[in-house]
């Protein structure tokens, strides 16, 4: 086994990797077997699952709560859907654009709070200005839609033109498909690094890492530039899947909320945890809609008290998220 493959396998279970497998040739055959409208849902639990294994770096593996990681999805699609519609620059090229514009705003709100020491809930509410401040700032930008919104043309292109992104459902779930899978190897890698457990030293205990000799500010950047950088392309998949931009719906605090709560909900500092949660998050909402629009009620809001309360049964009765107690349940814990 080479070493990139011994360190992706860790010590797990002898069974995990069979299973691993297996999920993922069932997600590659997902769509010769469903029809478009599952195939959508199957795309939104792809998109949550890559997000939140971004975010999962922030509070999961370095303990650091950002509650503006929307600031990096709309700057993302922002960056990639601009070079697009003004300059005609493929999206392939412009997530370049876009990764530079995140991992600049996350220098600045690491470099300020990690500097001069803001943690905990303060931290949280810069992250939370900082989203805010850029909503506002791009609400009031003609030259990239302001609150009217940006629009990418669709029809100047083929059905199925891989490079501009413009092609059918089943080739955007393949885009994100690999997407994930990527985002699952890199945290695997970063998780049995050396990285990774200094992370974990100083989201336990903070004080501690430091007397170890571990430089606090550094990790903490690095989990924040990472982190930012890899939420980038999601918002580049954003832009060109739903072809339409406002800077209320992408930088909102709403968005934030529905990128952490899988983490949260399927188990944090977890590989599998983002991905469960995604799943279960995303098919229950969907339930959810069909019975309320097969009953002929219109509630506002019902995701949000849905969300919530899947939060509160969660904390509830299981403080560790689903994938913790499933994976003791199973077998499939990684020996201590």
Known sequence: MTDWAGRMAGDAPPRALPL?????????????????????IAILVLYFAYVGQAWNIMMGFAGQLSLGHSLYVGLGAYASAVLFVH????????????????????????????????????????????????????DHFPWIGGSGGLFLPVARHGESEFWMLRGPPVMFYYVILSMAAMAFAMCRLLMVGRIGYYWRALREDEDAARALGIDIFRYKMLAILISSAMTAPAGVFFAFYYNTLFPEQIFSMLRSIELILGPIIGGLGTLFGPILGAFVLTVLAEVLNEVLAALGWEIPGARQVFYGLC??????????????????????????
């Open 20 to 40: 691993l497998a297996a999920l993922l040739a069932a997600l590659l055959v997902l769509p010769a077997i469903v029809d478009s409208y599952v195939l959508s």
């Open 87 to 138: 300059h005609g620059v493929a999206p392939w090229i412009g997530a370049f654009a876009a990764i530079g514009a995140a991992i600049a705003a996350a220098a600045i709100i690491g470099a300020l709070a990690f500097r001069f020491g803001i943690a905990g809930v303060y931290f949280a509410l810069l992250t939370i200005a900082f989203a805010e401040f850029t909503r506002i700032g791009f």
């Open 311 to 336: 939060l509160l049964v969660v904390v509830m009765y299981l403080p560790e998220g689903i994938w913790p107690a499933l994976a003791r349940r199973l077998g499939l814990e990684r020996r201590r």
